[in-house]
Structure formats: C-alpha cells, structure tokens
C-alpha cells in the first residue's frame, strides 16, 4: 500500500488531502452541534431541577409530545446530556487523530495548502475572539 501512495501524482495527493480536510470539517461541524445540544439540556435541568418533583411536564420523544413529572424527567435528561458529552470528547479524540493524519498526508508528500477550518480545531479560534474581541469595534 506505501508503494502505491508514493506513485500517485501532485493532483491526486491534493484531492485526497482536500477529502481528508473535508472529513476533519465535518466532524468540527458535528462536535459544535453536540455542543449546542449539551448546552440545551444543561439549561433545561438548571430550570427544572428546583421544581416540585411532583410537578407535570411534558417532553418531547420522537416528535411525540408526552406528560412526565419532573421527577421522571430530570434523571432522564442528565442521562442524555451525558451521552452527547460522551460522544462529543470521542468525536473530539476522532478529530485530532484525522488532523494529524492528514498533516502527515501532506507533509509526506509536500503538500502546501493551509487547513481552512479544520485545522486550528475550535480552541485556536476562541483564543483569538477573546485576545481580539474589541478591536473591530468603532464608536
């Protein structure tokens, strides 16, 4: 298999780097709505844990509106906001391992082209708002 990659031309290594970047920006894409799903349940249960436990509610599952007590929902909804969290440090481990698989790629076989949005990761990009935050603003 080594030898085969080492006979593929300038073009052909570009476009499997460009699919490999891709792959790496649709699993940022997926990790920042996981994100925004854990963020919901998180201020669903802020609102509803100091409710009467006894107290109706109703919950959505599958497009089906259905009634619970709070007592039978809060648990529930911990469960869930666990799981996303769960799945997005996996995705998050799958991301990084992609990356450095597609820089290798590229340094390889001396591929030049910058990551666009994959690759600085999420983090790189907050730092930035933050130090830059007020720079843009004119009054």
Known sequence: ????????????????LEQMRS??????RKINQLELDANEHKLVC????????????FRMIG???????????VPSVQQNMEQI????EKL?????TQQQVADEYAAKHRLNGPRGG??????????????????????
């Not at 792959?23 to 940022?28: G, N």
């Not at 497009?63 to 929902?73: D, F, K, L, S, Y």
Request: net charge negative; proline share 4%.
């Open 1 to 16: 298999m080594a030898v085969e990659e080492e006979e593929i031309d300038a073009g052909e290594a570009q476009s499997r």
């Open 23 to 28: 792959t790496c920006e649709a699993l940022l």
């Open 46 to 57: 802020e609102a509803i844990r100091p409710l009467d436990p006894g107290r109706k509610c």
């Open 63 to 73: 497009g089906v509106i259905v009634e619970r007590t709070v007592a039978e929902v």
């Open 85 to 88: 969290t769960g799945t997005m």
């Open 92 to 96: 998050t481990e799958q991301l990084k």
């Open 118 to 139: 994959s690759g600085g990761g999420a983090a790189p990009k907050a730092d930035e708002v933050e130090e830059g935050g007020a720079q843009g603003v004119l009054i």
